[in-house]
Structures are given as C-alpha cells and as structure tokens.
C-alpha cells in the first residue's frame, strides 16, 4: 500500500474538526509515522473510510465501511469496488473517474441502495491520494450515512406539511413576536390568509399593526398591554385588513413566554379567521330576535318534548306564558307539569300517555289554567310527533298560543245570542231572515 495515502487521511480528518470524526483526527496528529500501525487504526477508526488504488481495488478500509455498506463477512482487500458493488450508475461511476483525474468531490447528500435493497442517505467525500513521486495511486472515499438525520428531516417536513395544510383548511396561521427586537415573523399560512405577497415574512410590529382594523387598532393595542402584564389572556378578537382591502373577523390566542422577573420576552400564537362564523352568529341572532317579537306580539311559544327521557324543551316565551320567568329552559317534563292544577295536569298527562302508546301522531290540546298569580288563561297547543324506529315517539314539536281573548270573544258572542233569545221569548216577538238569492225565508221559534 502506499505511504502516501496515510498523509491524505490525516489531512482530511484534521479538516474535520469539530465533525463526528473529530476524535479520530487528533488522535492520527499523535500517532508515530508507522504504516502499521496506521493500517491497524485505519481498520478500528470510528469513521467509514476506505482507501483504493488506480484499479478501484480496495487497498484498506475501517470496520464501520464493512457494517454501513452491508459487507459485514466479505473480504473486500484486493477486490475491485465495482465487483463489490456492481449495479453502480454510470453518474456514480464518472466521479470515480474524475476523482481519479486529480478531482477531489464532496457530495452533501445521495441516496444509496445497497446489496440488501435497503435506502441510504450518505455524504461522500473522493479524494486523491498520490504516490512519492507525485503520480495520483488511486483514491480514498469518506463516507458518513445520514439515513437516520434523513429520516427525521422527512419527519420534520412532513410535519410541517401537515401544519400547512390544516392551516388552509382551517383557515389560520401561526405567529411570533420578539419583544426585544419588535419583529414579528408569520407562517406561510397566515401569509396566504391575509393575502400577503411573501410566503413567509417577517416584519417589525408597526407594520404588523398597520393590518389591524383602524376602528379597532386603539382597543386591541390596549388588551394586547394589558395581556403582556399578566391582567387579562391573550385572547382578542379584531377586525384585520388584507391586502385587497376585504376585511376579515379574527380571533387570536397566544401564549407569553417570560423571563425569571416575570418581564415578556416573546409572544407565539396563531391567527383563525371567524368572518364566516361572526356572520353566521349575527343572522341568527337577528332571526331569534324578529322571531322573539313575532311570539310576543302573536303570543306563541315553541316547544319540544322528548316522552323517553321525560324532558321538554321550551323557548322563553313558553316560560311566560305560564308565568314561570326565569327557569330554565330545558327541564325534567314531570317537575315541568307540577306547574299547573291537578286537572290541567290530568289533561296534559292523558294527551301523553297516548301519544307514547301510539295512538296519536298529533298533539292538539285546548285547555284552561290558572296561573301562579291567580290568573285563569285559555293554551291551545298543536305539535307533531316525531318517531324513531318502529314507530316509537322520539319528540313532540309544537307550538302554544294564549287563546284567552278568542275565548272570552266566543263567551260573550254565546252569552249575547243567549240574552237575545231571552229577550225575544219575554217580548213575544221573534225574528226571520229573507235570503233573496235562495228566495228563502228563516224564522225563529217565536215566529
């Protein structure tokens, strides 16, 4: 073997400073110019090193070459590399050849596939090795295999793959801002939310505030100081301005990272957008609320009542119509019940017992009740049944109305044809009716 590669090695290594074969390198830099004691330590050094001449045959190589490359067993020495390996691509092949032309390669990064069929992600360094009198002797190859740093590097960028997308999905990004610099950096999502140019950015915190909302700039920058000192969370919700103009409802929740003092050093958090879910909130709020002055005006309450689990569910207008302000609106429907008289009570119970037999797809009930401040009203209720399996009831949905003015109408209205009749039998008169179409004529019982 020739001398001269031993100096390659130790120069090589020595340029490795502070890299795993560090320890190796100072180690060579205090060892006697012996070749063999060289080739002895070249066989049990910790790197992946093996030394070739012109030929490609293998002159030396470390134990680690024969455990990474999978020749744990084979004697290599004196054996050509292509022998060893050979389904080598032409590419892999011209770097031997370039090395051996005096060029020394280092590659940051290539995808290995040895005997086995197994992956590795391997850094290689080619170096010339010449010989006395200064003729190129062949080549020594550094290798180090990356598969595991690979692997978590794939790990890593998957994840961040995955935080990308759940961030378009959900509509969101995450930020950071550095107290002490007064930077603000954002993700890719949050870029593509409030339609910044950049992927990733980064900026100071005025340019960052310029994209709240002026009418909400002066409230959010004062709960943003009172969360930094500990008063409130960090939880606000803002108008923020895109680029285009559009305006979005955001919510922001962030934690503070402080220092031993307690003082704000940094501040991450994340961005969701709630355009959507405000808008959504502010129509229903506005159909509750015309829906609410509709029962008032009409006097009609809705309900639902589940017969299985005993429980009716009312809205506030149920509640006030049996003046019972101020309970829950959903309750037990046995202690619901307990709030009218005995023969209300008796009626409702009736009307449930037979719809949860079946023998009522219909809740039509008309009764008279008195209230608890001594109040006697007229409810008229309707509602449909709702079954499950096998016809079984699952709920009752339905409405009920204060029918007391049309009840009192229908009393007088009785009560007036009844003092008319009264009068015309006192009176000996009676009335008749000429229906001029029909060319008929009706009398009462006086005529």
């Given at each position: 073997?020739?001398?001269?590669?031993?100096?390659?090695?130790?120069?090589?290594?020595?340029?490795?400073?502070?890299r795993?074969?560090?320890?190796?390198?100072?180690?060579?830099?205090?060892?006697p110019?012996?070749p063999?004691?060289w080739?002895?330590?070249?066989?049990?050094m910790?790197?992946c090193?093996?030394?070739l001449?012109?030929?490609?045959r293998?002159l030396?190589?470390?134990?680690?070459?024969?455990e990474?490359?999978?020749?744990?067993?084979?004697?290599?020495?004196?054996r050509?590399?292509?022998?060893?390996?050979?389904d080598?691509?032409?590419?892999r092949?011209?770097?031997?050849r370039?090395?051996?032309?005096?060029e020394?390669i280092s590659?940051?990064s290539?995808?290995y596939v040895?005997?086995?069929?197994?992956?590795?992600?391997?850094k290689w360094e080619?170096?010339?090795w010449r010989?006395?009198?200064?003729?190129?002797?062949?080549?020594?190859?550094?290798?180090?295999?990356?598969t595991?740093?690979r692997m978590?590097e794939?790990?890593?960028e998957?994840?961040?793959?995955?935080?990308?997308?759940a961030?378009?999905?959900?509509?969101?990004?995450a930020?950071?801002?550095?107290?002490?610099?007064?930077?603000v950096t954002?993700?890719?999502?949050?870029s593509?939310?409030?339609?910044?140019?950049?992927?990733?950015?980064a900026g100071?915190?005025?340019?960052?505030?310029?994209?709240?909302?002026?009418?909400?700039r002066?409230a959010?920058?004062?709960?943003?100081?009172?969360?930094?000192?500990?008063?409130?969370?960090?939880?606000?919700?803002?108008r923020?301005?895109r680029?285009?103009?559009?305006?979005?409802?955001?919510?922001?929740?962030?934690e503070?990272?402080?220092d031993a003092?307690?003082?704000?050093?940094s501040?991450?958090g994340?961005?969701q957008d709630?355009t959507e879910?405000r808008r959504?909130?502010?129509?229903?709020?506005?159909?509750?609320?015309?829906y609410?002055?509709?029962s008032?005006v009409?006097?009609?309450?809705?309900?639902e009542?589940?017969?299985?689990?005993r429980?009716?569910?009312?809205?506030e207008?149920?509640?006030?119509?049996?003046g019972?302000?101020?309970?829950?609106s959903?309750e037990?429907?046995d202690?619901w019940?307990?709030?009218?008289?005995p023969d209300?009570?008796?009626?409702?119970?009736?009307?449930l017992?037979?719809i949860s037999s079946?023998?009522?797809s219909?809740y039509?009930?008309t009764?008279?009740?008195?209230l608890?401040?001594?109040?006697?009203?007229w409810?008229?209720s309707?509602?449909?049944?709702?079954?499950?399996?096998?016809?079984a009831?699952?709920?009752?949905?339905?409405?009920?109305?204060?029918?007391t003015?049309?009840?009192?109408?229908?009393?007088?209205?009785?009560?007036?044809?009844r003092?008319?009749?009264?009068?015309q039998?006192?009176a000996q008169?009676?009335s008749?009716?000429?229906?001029?179409?029909?060319?008929?004529l009706?009398c009462?019982?006086?005529?």
């Amino acid at each position: 073997m020739a001398w001269a590669a031993w100096a390659v090695v130790r120069q090589r290594l020595a340029l490795r400073q502070g890299r795993r074969m560090s320890a190796d390198a100072r180690l060579f830099q205090a060892m006697p110019a012996s070749p063999e004691l060289w080739q002895l330590f070249l066989r049990h050094m910790s790197a992946c090193v093996a030394v070739l001449d012109r030929d490609m045959r293998y002159l030396a190589v470390s134990e680690r070459w024969y455990e990474d490359l999978e020749l744990t067993g084979r004697d290599v020495i004196g054996r050509s590399h292509y022998e060893i390996f050979p389904d080598l691509d032409e590419t892999r092949r011209d770097r031997h050849r370039r090395c051996l032309a005096g060029e020394t390669i280092s590659l940051g990064s290539d995808d290995y596939v040895l005997p086995s069929g197994a992956r590795l992600t391997v850094k290689w360094e080619y170096v010339p090795w010449r010989d006395a009198q200064g003729e190129i002797g062949g080549m020594i190859m550094f290798s180090e295999v990356m598969t595991r740093q690979r692997m978590l590097e794939e790990l890593v960028e998957a994840e961040a793959d995955r935080l990308h997308r759940a961030e378009i999905v959900s509509r969101s990004g995450a930020w950071e801002w550095d107290i002490a610099t007064n930077v603000v950096t954002w993700s890719e999502g949050l870029s593509i939310l409030l339609g910044l140019e950049d992927e990733r950015a980064a900026g100071d915190r005025p340019s960052w505030t310029r994209l709240v909302h002026p009418y909400d700039r002066d409230a959010v920058m004062a709960q943003v100081g009172r969360a930094l000192t500990g008063e409130i969370p960090y939880d606000i919700e803002m108008r923020m301005l895109r680029e285009d103009g559009t305006v979005l409802d955001v919510r922001v929740i962030a934690e503070i990272t402080r220092d031993a003092e307690g003082n704000p050093v940094s501040v991450i958090g994340a961005m969701q957008d709630v355009t959507e879910l405000r808008r959504k909130e502010r129509e229903l709020s506005t159909v509750h609320r015309r829906y609410r002055l509709a029962s008032e005006v009409s006097g009609t309450a809705a309900w639902e009542i589940y017969p299985r689990e005993r429980r009716i569910l009312g809205d506030e207008n149920l509640e006030r119509l049996i003046g019972r302000t101020g309970h829950p609106s959903t309750e037990d429907l046995d202690e619901w019940l307990l709030a009218f008289p005995p023969d209300t009570r008796k009626k409702l119970h009736r009307m449930l017992d037979e719809i949860s037999s079946g023998n009522r797809s219909i809740y039509d009930l008309t009764l008279r009740t008195r209230l608890p401040d001594g109040r006697t009203i007229w409810l008229s209720s309707y509602g449909k049944v709702l079954g499950g399996e096998k016809g079984a009831p699952l709920r009752i949905v339905g409405t009920t109305r204060d029918v007391t003015e049309l009840k009192l109408a229908e009393t007088a209205l009785q009560n007036s044809e009844r003092n008319l009749l009264v009068a015309q039998q006192i009176a000996q008169v009676g009335s008749w009716e000429w229906d001029v179409g029909s060319e008929t004529l009706s009398c009462s019982p006086e005529m």
